[in-house]
């Protein structure tokens, strides 16, 4: 017998300020059409003053335990991916295990931008199958409008803020590719492309800092790193391309979309895309599209879904599961 981590809840939560692209045009040399054919954004959500990545994250929580059938009572651990907790420490993850009530378990944060729930998800499969914990909720949540520079229109124009969360729950598989849960992990990172994404500011610079992006060149790493990092994990799957449902990936630009779908030989119709209403929402992407994807009737029990992003580091990996 073999512990898997099988999903059996999903929610999200979207900050109700939409912002379309046109609002950037009266204050930046931008416009509707080239960010709409550049990256495929048309709108995202801004989280209003005062409202925290803890809040949003919590929000999802409660929708994804909702899904489940099950309370906070029922949860052994919380892993929130973020780049933009709250507060230095303690973590959003035990924020929210607070506003959710929550005082038993544990709550901790993973730090790797917009893989981060990439890397969530594979130490919440890690922890599951070790028997560390049995149910864990699994969360990506970001406010990634605190650190744009609104004076880059390289860089404001891409990003919004929302969460997505996941229940992972301990069940019996039988060790092969049937089996529902996480079948498969591959996770990488090197630090030597820092500068291709990073915040120019962070507590031992005693500035938060914006975000900087060499986005042409971040681009160029994408296709080529995503396609291989999602192949290697259907690989150690014992998964082809072909007995793939649904590729969830990070929503960054829908031509870096496009062309690793291409590039892994599937066609756009096996790919859950939600880019063009949330923008670039970091950790919180893959969750957030995981639940709009099973709103929409897209992802249902039994399909393989592969998950995968990139990220400042450059970090990135893949994800699959048996829904
Ligand atoms: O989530 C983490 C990972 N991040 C990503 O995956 C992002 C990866 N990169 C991208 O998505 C794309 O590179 C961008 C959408 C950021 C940019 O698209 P691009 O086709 O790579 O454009 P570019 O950066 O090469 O810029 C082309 C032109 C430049 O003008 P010149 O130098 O050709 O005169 C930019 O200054 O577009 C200009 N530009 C803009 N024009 C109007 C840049 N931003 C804007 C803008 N509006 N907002």
């Known amino acids: 017998m073999t512990l898997r981590a099988v999903a059996i809840g999903i929610g999200h939560y979207l900050p109700d300020r939409v912002v379309p692209n046109s609002e950037f045009e009266a204050t930046l040399d931008t416009s509707d059409e080239w960010i709409r054919s550049r990256s495929g954004i048309e709108r995202r959500h801004f989280a209003a003053d005062g409202e925290t990545t803890s809040n949003l994250a919590s929000k999802a929580a409660t929708a994804a335990l909702q899904d489940a059938g099950l309370s906070a009572a029922d949860i052994d651990a919380i892993i929130v991916a973020t780049s933009t907790a709250d507060l230095t420490f303690p973590s959003a993850a035990t924020m929210v295990q607070a506003e959710l009530g929550m005082r038993h378990g544990f709550a901790f944060d993973v730090q790797a931008v917009c893989a981060g729930f990439v890397y969530a998800l594979s130490t919440a499969n890690a922890m599951i199958v070790s028997g560390q914990a049995r149910r864990v909720l699994v969360i990506g949540a970001e406010t990634f409008s605190r650190i744009m520079d609104w004076t880059d229109r390289a860089t404001c124009v891409l990003f919004g803020d929302g969460a997505g969360a996941l229940v992972l729950e301990a069940q019996d598989g039988t060790g092969t590719s049937e089996d529902r849960g996480v079948l498969a992990t591959d996770l990488h990172s090197d630090g030597q492309f820092k500068d291709l994404l990073y915040v120019d500011g962070g507590v031992s610079t005693q500035t938060t800092g914006h975000l900087r992006m060499q986005g042409n060149q971040v681009f160029r ?50 790919v859950v895309v939600t ?49």
């Open 221 to 270: 790493h994408a296709v080529e790193k995503l396609a291989a990092t999602a192949e290697a994990a259907l690989d150690k799957a014992g998964l082809s391309a072909e007995e793939v449902d649904w590729i969830v990936p990070h929503q960054a630009n829908i031509r870096i979309i496009q062309g690793t779908a291409r590039k892994m030989g599937l066609d756009m119709e096996k």
């Open 275 to 323: 880019v063009q209403d949330h923008g670039n929402t970091s950790a919180a992407s893959i969750p957030l599209a995981l639940s709009v994807g099973k709103q929409r009737g897209q992802i249902k029990t039994g399909d393989v879904v592969v998950t995968e992003a990139i990220g400042g580091g450059l970090a990135w990996g893949a994800v699959v599961l048996r829904w």
